[in-house]
């Protein structure tokens, strides 16, 4: 970064004269510019070794092992990048009229259908541009149909503690309060804690399924009937999917509303905060309240439907984002009827990883996983001191992507792993060998462990002070030969 700064000098730069054929925008005099701006200048070479060595820092999916728990890192096939860049769907305009996009709205209406399908229920929008925003879209949809039946009274949604953060978070957005539901010894809802709990109040549950523990609900028909008894409505958190694709429907259980993270269960390359996709699928007497616009088909037309009076709105731009329908859409097909041979995979991928673990970390629910499981580091940090934190920053001088950490909230010191079904024998064998060397380092070395990550170009960041004070910029008056006006 030092050349770009050192070679900068304010008023040589291209494109600084105006254009008197682009309207000068309104910007009011006192704003102006007095000067140009202290642009870095530099020669074509120097910007692309720049950007060739930051790029090699980065580490993906398709750079390595990710098994970043919750938010399955799988790999994502080329195919769904030729499709996604068919120029029919690439050059797409989303100000172009429904006649002239026929193609693009049959796949949209099409994935509706299948997603409909997948989770058991009748209907669905594609809106939402990421889980967390399907869950805020779902709750509104439930809380809009609770206005219309006249029960404004209920405004109280149950979630267990094994519920992915986002639930909480998203009953809080919607204007309703959350009350907590306790899990029982073995990681499950605890049924007669939710009991307890019901009332005249109760907007509905929301459950994630399976849980944060990885785990699969033993007692679910139990919750949603008795939810159901008093008046409320059942969300299901389908953000977890690819454990169950093609095997359990969320509808066939009893629940109402579900999201799907498109991101997640049917690939898309995801990772630093985007792109996304949470449609949200609904029973029938939920439809009327899904964003608009829904796409609709009429004999051999589809058309964008704006028109549903009960509607809680658009929740976002246009028509959702579009290239990880494309995406999505390719991958499904591919798959085919074969789709829950994708979940079978990564649930025995899971397993298999969970199996080797067991002997050298804590198993705090001892029972079969799903598609992701938890391990705790406590046993390493009451007998040596090393915590899960030590352990995840040392992964990374194996060359691993480390496991989300100290999550779920349950559990003391959590490993929350997740190899997905996409990762060879070979590549589990290797990462539990990593796992099982550091738990022996933490016997024979824990001096060391605490020194890790030795292996990449910063060491340990604050990153309480990360969090509180970013800093988003890089500041020009930190550099002795730059001026004030970055
Ligand atoms: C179970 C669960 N629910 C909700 C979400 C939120 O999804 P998003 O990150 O797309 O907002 C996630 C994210 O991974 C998740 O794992």
């Known amino acids: 970064m030092k050349l770009i700064y050192e070679k900068s000098r304010p008023g040589r730069r291209a494109g600084t004269v105006p254009n008197p054929a682009i309207p000068r925008a309104e910007v009011p005099e006192a ?80 994935l509706q259908e299948i997603l409909a399908e997948i ?11 990421a889980g967390s925003q399907g869950e805020l879209t779902g709750l509104l949809v439930i809380k809009a149909h609770l206005a219309a039946l006249g029960e404004q009274q209920r405004v109280e949604v149950l979630a267990p503690d094994s519920a992915h953060g986002t639930n909480p978070a998203s ?51 139990e919750l949603t009937k008795a939810v159901h008894e008093t008046g409320g409505y059942c969300y299901y958190d389908g953000a977890n999917l690819n454990a169950v694709c093609g095997i359990s429907r969320p509808g066939d259980m009893g629940f109402d509303v579900v999201h ?39 004999g051999d037309r589809f058309r964008f439907d704006s028109d549903r009076p009960a509607s809680v709105g658009r929740v976002r731009g246009f028509g959702g984002p579009f290239g990880v329908f494309v995406r999505s859409y390719a991958f499904i097909r591919r798959y085919g009827p074969a ?29 079969a996983c799903m598609h992701e499981f938890v391990v705790s580091a406590r046993e390493l940090k009451k007998q040596h001191g090393i915590t899960a934190l030590d352990v995840a920053k040392r992964l990374m001088d194996y060359g691993f992507h480390p496991p989300t950490v100290y999550f779920p909230l349950v559990v003391a010191e959590a490993l929350m792993i997740e190899p997905t079904e996409t990762e060879a024998k070979e590549t589990l064998d290797e990462f539990a060998d990593a796992m099982l060397a550091i738990a022996a380092e933490a016997e024979t070395a824990p001096e060391a462990l605490k020194e890790a990550p030795r292996s990449q170009p ?28 970055g």
């Open 119 to 129: 989770t058991g229920l009748d209907a669905v929008t594609l809106q939402p541009a």
């Open 171 to 221: 009953v809080t957005m919607a204007g309703l309060e959350l009350v907590g539901v306790k899990i029982d010894e073995r990681g499950y809802v605890d049924l007669a804690d939710l009991k307890s709990k019901l009332s005249d109040r109760t907007a509905g549950l929301m459950l994630t399924n399976p849980s944060t523990l990885g785990l699969f609900e033993e007692n679910i028909t």
């Open 260 to 298: 799907i993270n498109l991101h997640k269960t049917f690939s898309q390359p995801h990772g630093g905060g985007g792109p996304g996709g949470g449609p949200v699928a609904v029973r029938e007497e939920l439809a009327p309240y899904l964003p608009v616009p829904v796409v609709t088909r009429s």
């Open 31 to 110: 704003l102006r510019r007095r000067a140009a701006p202290r642009l870095p200048e530099l020669a074509e070479p120097e910007i692309v070794r720049h950007f060739t060595q930051l790029s090699t820092r980065n580490f993906g999916i398709d750079t390595g092992f990710y098994p970043l728990g919750s938010c399955t890192m799988k790999h994502n096939p080329r195919a769904n990048e030729r499709a996604v860049n068919l120029p029919g769907f690439r050059d797409l305009h989303p100000r172009q009229d429904d006649d002239s996009a026929q193609g693009a709205l049959e796949l949209m209406w099409r």
């Open 339 to 367: 789709l829950r041979e994708m979940s079978e995979a990564a649930v025995l991928n899971a397993n298999y990883l969970m199996a080797r673990l067991r002997d050298a970390y804590d198993l705090p629910y001892d029972r």
């Open 458 to 485: 910063v060491r340990r960041l604050d990153e309480v002070r990360a969090t509180k004070h970013p800093v988003l910029r890089y500041r020009f008056d930190e550099h002795p030969s730059s001026g004030d006006d």
